[in-house]
T-cell receptor, first 109, second 117 residues
């Protein structure tokens, strides 16, 4: 079946540091999104990125569909970046979005 | 409204009772998802609606779970004879057309926290 694997599962950063989160998926991609779940549980979509590279402020994402992975970059991290980052994936011909188990990020001052 | 709205925000129910959870998607969005998230866990897919097509029910964990979407808009998730293991946050998301492409970004509601006692 469809597999979506995220790494690392946990990450602790000093404020100001940079980080890279990874999402591997098992098949060709129809939809790939990155979400941030804040400490209050709200899921915010960060990027819709089935291929290519996008940037939004301190965050950027790259998906290499042919190699079946996506990366989320966080630069100059802030304490407000803390939370869980999820990638969600659907394969070709499917709209069922499958979520990875997430990366729990803690940014300490 | 501007976003996905779910009600109630919190629901405490006794084991064995039925519950209904409601989702109002973003106006015009044709795709609607239900997920379940247990404490500290990831999101478990439950069901997907797309327009007038038959829903994808492959994630529903048992026949106690059912969902409807009336008029292509509001959706109701019903859990019959609730069990303690049904306790979780139930999340709804909708997707629509963006820049001419269908079903791109998913927008989530704030969720319904269900506690079965």
């Amino acid at each position: 079946g469809i597999q979506v694997e995220q790494s690392p599962p946990d990450l602790i950063l000093q404020e100001g540091a940079n980080s890279t989160l990874r999402c591997n998926f098992s098949d060709s991609v129809n939809n790939l999104q990155w979400f941030h779940q804040n400490p209050w549980g709200q899921l915010i979509n960060l990027f819709y990125i089935p291929s290519g590279t996008k940037q939004n402020g301190r965050l950027s994402a790259t998906t290499v569909a042919t190699e079946r992975y996506s990366l989320l970059y966080i630069s100059s991290s802030q304490t407000t970046d803390s939370g869980v980052y999820f990638c969600a994936y659907s394969g070709a011909g499917s709209y069922q979005l499958t979520f990875g188990k997430g990366t729990k990020l803690s940014v300490i001052p | 409204g501007a976003g996905v709205s779910q009600s109630p925000s919190n629901k405490v129910t006794e084991k064995g009772k039925d519950v209904e959870l409601r989702c109002d998607p973003i106006s015009g969005h044709t795709a609607l998802y239900w997920y379940r998230q247990s404490l500290g866990q990831g999101l478990e897919f439950l069901i997907y609606f797309q327009g007038n097509s038959a829903p994808d029910k492959s994630g529903l964990p048992s026949d106690r779970f059912s969902a409807e979407r009336t008029g292509g808009s509001v959706s109701t998730l019903t859990i019959q004879r609730t069990q303690q293991e049904d306790s979780a946050v139930y999340l709804c998301a909708s997707m629509g057309r963006s820049n001419g492409v269908m079903n791109t970004e998913a927008f989530f509601g704030q969720g319904t926290r269900l506690t079965v006692v």
